[in-house]
């Protein structure tokens, strides 16, 4: 299989764009045919966490596909993906805000200390948004290797919402048992990353004894 060119990657993007639109088109289709069911904002709220989740886990696949297939510019798809699943992850959140907790942000600070499971999601949200934020070409030239290491925290971001997923389900695990498979397949195949920051942690811990 040759490598893709340029023109590939950006006809891949639009499709990206499309199916964005799509999805965001088909929410608001379900919403105005009243067909969520008997609670309607706790069905918006899952599918909005929901689209971000599987945004975000597409985006971890595009490092094991561009380099089992050889596509480097793959890559570029990365942010694109990275971007819109935290755009999900903010309408999740003001969704949430809004139709559950009528924008009383004290209480929201209340249930994210209260409840674990929102606890998790906050985290998870806090680290794409700053992912978001240092995605942009200026600040990730100033950042240099810096934003290396803090664009790993990806890994994190997709363990959290994934816990917080499964947590959020009152019934009905199988959905939050494959997300957990998926995520942890896409983890494994970073296995030598984190052998090496196990190994030079160990080594820390050496020195320090």
């Given amino acids: 299989m040759g490598k893709l060119p340029p023109v590939a990657i950006t006809l891949i993007k639009i499709i990206i764009h499309l199916a964005s639109l799509s999805v965001l088109m088909y929410f ?22 929901k689209t971000a989740l599987n945004y975000l886990l597409l985006t971890l696949m595009i490092t094991p596909l561009s380099k089992r297939f050889k596509q480097p510019l793959l890559g570029r798809l990365r942010r694109l993906l990275g ?26 600070f209340e249930e994210v200390i209260k409840r674990p499971y929102l606890t998790l999601g906050m985290f998870a949200w806090t680290i794409l948004l700053l992912l ?7 600040i990730r030239r100033k950042m240099k290797q810096a934003w290396f290491s803090l664009h790993r925290w990806v890994y994190v971001a997709v363990l959290l919402g994934t816990i917080h997923y499964y947590w959020s389900v009152k019934s009905g695990l199988t959905e939050p048992i494959i997300y957990f498979i998926i995520c942890f397949i896409l983890l494994r195949e970073r296995s030598s990353y984190f052998k090496l920051k196990l190994n030079n942690l160990l080594k820390r811990v050496k020195k320090a004894s």
Avoid at 83 to 108: A, G, P, R, T
Wanted: proline share 2%; net charge negative.
């Fill in 28 to 49: 608001y289709l379900l919403i105005d045919s009243g067909r969520l069911g008997a609670d309607p904002v706790k069905e918006m709220i899952h599918f909005l966490g």
């Fill in 83 to 108: 971007l819109y699943s935290f755009f999900w992850l903010c309408l999740h959140v003001i969704v949430f805000i809004w139709l559950e907790l009528n924008w009383e942000l004290f209480l929201l």
């Fill in 132 to 138: 978001s934020i240092t995605s942009i070409n200026a």
